[in-house]
């Protein structure tokens, strides 16, 4: 066996190792939790169990190739192999030839989900086509020399679990390879993809595996570690031709950067990243690839009109007034993350810029934006005076301020400029699309028809105006609901689940848990346990009957092949379950000051945490065993201050780190300090 060539070993090396020097964060608690996370154990992976073989030729010893622990021969037509590497993995194959012939050849399939393994074809990145068979095969041509063979860099494959290794022969002619091995291209800057600086546990009590919360948590941060990648493995546009794919194209101003999907788009879409970042946040506070994302899209701004771009490079789309939109809220949430005034104030021209583009399309008479880039996240009817893209407007205006507000003078009056914006806004957009009638908000100013995203945003946004008009929203939400998840009807027999992380959070904000729960465990149930789906990662979307072609007659020409199942917009779960179920939220950046309102939802215990600058933000609850009583630990750093919201149904005495506090009421709120506190309520 011939060792690797050192311009080979060179070349998996440069694939994994960035320049860029990354702070060492620290690690969240081990536990029982860390037996849930899904995130390999070495950047180097085997195969974890033999899928199947071919009826025809002989394969033999392919048990083999589990874990590396032998050669295994594939001899005669038709033979091959389809190894499973039981998560959702991405990089680069490697292999060693042991024995072979001179005419002998090898064709390798790749595909995320088990419908689509088989030796003619891999599933589709390329492009989407009615065939399922666009990316065809990556050939390792005869003849084939004994030694040492990797996958050229240009064809890395993003995202799969499942390979079929295939011989191309026509007649005797075999092959024995051994170490079949994937070199993980994601995460480039990081070694151990399991150092998580956050977690979380509970158990469900309702789901059919009690696990389930907190499985769907660590698919959420897995499947956002798979679109963390280094900066040359963009998709190439123009795409390649039929029967290839290529991952070599330049993805923004540096890397490495958050994308869409591990194996496809792979180009930086800032609507996405409204789901995604915040569960990157949660889970390993790796905020370096939100930073060049944002700075990808501010660096491509319009000099003159200030237009920020749909998605980043290869790709460059314009013309998506919403995804524009969602660069500056992406802006606000890095900044509330990281505490990097720095970089804000390093893109706040462009910024501002920003804004005003947005500011030059409201009808001064209405008070409406008129949406006219009608680019979007895939919905149907977004243009005009639209409900979903007045919804985010009102995001921006209202995180413009606060951003304004936190670099201080001489940006004050800017933050009194948008703030009264966003007043106005909210009157206007409850005047022209609220129907008393739905109890929704319709799309836009001609229809009778309530979409899920803007009523989603309209509740999260605090665009309603009382707490009766929130619940009825949150209501006809649910009437929504299909088996597998809310169907979107600006999205017709189609579930989504990026605005369904959305509108999870929504019902959470109402305290509406039992519903939010029921709607995560249809949801997010269903992609992480079918048989379709990688279960690991999260599906980027399916139709209302399960199967996976989304988006089949919007934009994906019938190929179900074509759906990405590693995208980091159906991560909501992750977050929210931090951010509700644990109750524990930052409300000023870096955590300086923090909020505590722990969901109950009908569990008995939930505990996790996350790290930011500052240091370690943890919570531990649990509730009494008939006693009626909830103890809740939190610790958090020193130097920052809290607030601790009685949760609903828990009127009764109150103690705070051993100082009484009396009666207190459901809803009522109590200064925490900083530190490890213990909390203690006891039901009247």
Same mark, same amino acid.
């Given at each position: 066996m011939k060792e690797t060539p050192s311009s080979e070993r060179q070349t998996m090396l440069s694939f994994r190792i960035l320049t860029l020097a990354v702070p060492a964060l620290a690690l969240a608690p081990a536990g029982p939790w860390d037996s849930f996370n899904f995130a390999p154990t070495s950047k180097t992976v085997s195969p974890a169990a033999i899928h199947s073989i071919s009826s025809q030729g002989m394969v033999t010893n392919t048990q083999l190739l589990v874990n590396n622990s032998g050669s295994a021969t594939l001899s005669g037509k038709g033979a091959w192999v389809a190894l499973d590497y039981g998560v959702e993995v991405g990089g680069l194959i490697s292999f060693n030839i042991l024995n072979t012939s001179h005419s002998t050849s090898l064709s390798l399939s790749f595909t995320e989900s088990p419908s689509f393994i088989r030796p003619t074809a891999s599933d589709d990145s390329s492009f989407p086509d009615a065939s399922t068979t666009y990316d065809g095969v990556l050939r390792v041509p005869a003849p084939l020399a004994p030694g040492f063979w990797i996958q050229p860099v240009s064809a890395l494959r993003g995202g799969f679990r499942f390979l079929t290794i295939v011989l191309n022969a026509d007649g005797d002619e075999e092959v024995t390879i051994a170490n079949v091995s994937c070199a993980i291209s994601f995460m480039p800057h990081v070694d151990d993809l399991r150092a998580y600086s956050g977690y979380f546990y509970a158990t469900d009590p309702v789901f059919s595996d009690p696990s389930f919360l907190t499985k769907v948590w660590y698919a959420g941060a897995y499947t956002v570690q798979t679109n963390t990648v280094a900066l040359n493995t963009g998709r190439e546009v123009p795409f390649a031709p039929r029967g290839s794919w290529a991952n070599n194209a330049t993805l923004g101003i540096a890397g490495p950067i958050i994308v869409d999907g591990a194996k496809r788009d792979r180009a930086v879409w800032p609507g996405d990243m409204g789901i995604a970042v915040p569960t990157q946040f949660v889970s390993t506070n790796d905020l370096l690839p939100t930073r060049n994302a944002l700075s990808t899209m501010f660096a491509a701004i319009n000099p003159i009109t200030g237009a920020l771009p749909e998605s980043g490079p290869p790709l460059n789309q314009m013309g998506s007034d919403t995804y524009h939109m969602w660069t500056l809220i992406g802006t606000y949430n890095y900044f509330l993350f990281s505490g990097d005034t720095p970089w804000l104030e390093s893109v706040w021209a462009n910024y501002t810029k920003a804004v005003t583009f947005l500011e030059n399309k409201v009808n001064i008479t209405t008070g409406l934006i008129d949406i006219t880039g009608l680019r979007d996240w895939a919905r149907l009817g977004g243009g005009g005076y639209n409900a979903e893209g007045n919804a985010i407007y009102y995001k921006v205006l209202t995180t413009a301020t606060s951003l304004a507000t936190s670099l201080s003078h001489p940006n004050l009056s800017l933050a009194t400029h948008w703030s009264t914006a966003a007043q106005t806004l909210k009157t206007a957009f409850n005047a022209e699309f609220y129907l008393p009638s739905r109890g929704m908000y319709r799309d836009n100013t001609s229809t009778t028809l309530c979409p899920q995203d803007a009523n989603s945003f309209a509740v999260l946004f605090n665009l309603t105006t009382s707490e009766?008009?929130?619940?009825?929203?949150?209501?006809?939400? *649910? %009437?929504?609901?299909? *088996?597998?998840? /809310?169907?979107?009807?600006?999205? /017709?027999?189609?579930?989504? /689940?990026?605005?369904?992380?959305? *509108?999870?959070q929504a =019902?959470?904000?109402?305290?509406?848990?039992?519903? %939010?729960?029921?709607?995560?465990?249809?949801?997010?149930?269903?992609?992480?346990?079918?048989?379709?789906?990688?279960?690991?990662?999260?599906?980027?979307?399916?139709? %209302?009957?399960?199967?996976?072609?989304?988006?089949?007659?919007?934009?994906?020409? =019938?190929?179900? %092949?074509?759906?990405? =199942?590693? =995208?980091g917009w159906s991560s909501g779960p992750t977050s929210a379950l931090t951010f509700y179920i644990l109750g524990l939220q930052i409300t000023a950046p870096q955590g300086t000051t923090w909020a505590l309102a722990p969901h109950l939802s009908g569990l008995e215990r939930a505990e996790g945490g996350f790290e930011t600058g500052l240091g370690w933000f943890g919570v531990k609850w649990s509730v009494g065993d008939g006693t009626g009583s909830l103890e809740v630990q939190v610790t958090t750093p020193e130097k920052t201050s809290g607030v601790f919201k009685i949760p609903s149904g828990f009127d009764g005495s109150l103690e705070v780190g051993g100082v009484d506090f009396g009666d207190v009421e459901s809803g009522q709120e109590v200064d925490v300090p900083g530190g490890s506190v213990v909390i203690v309520l006891r039901s009247s």
């Open positions: 009766d008009m929130a619940g009825r929203v949150s209501e006809g939400l *649910e %009437a929504n609901w299909g *088996e597998v998840g /809310p169907v979107a009807p600006e999205l /017709p027999g189609t579930v989504s /689940p990026f605005i369904s992380g959305f *509108e999870l =019902h959470f904000e109402l305290g509406n848990d039992a519903r %939010a729960l029921e709607l995560l465990r249809r949801t997010w149930g269903y992609m992480l346990y079918t048989n379709l789906s990688v279960q690991s990662t999260l599906l980027e979307g399916y139709t %209302a009957n399960g199967s996976l072609s989304y988006r089949s007659t919007d934009g994906y020409n =019938h190929d179900p %092949a074509y759906t990405s =199942h590693s =995208h």
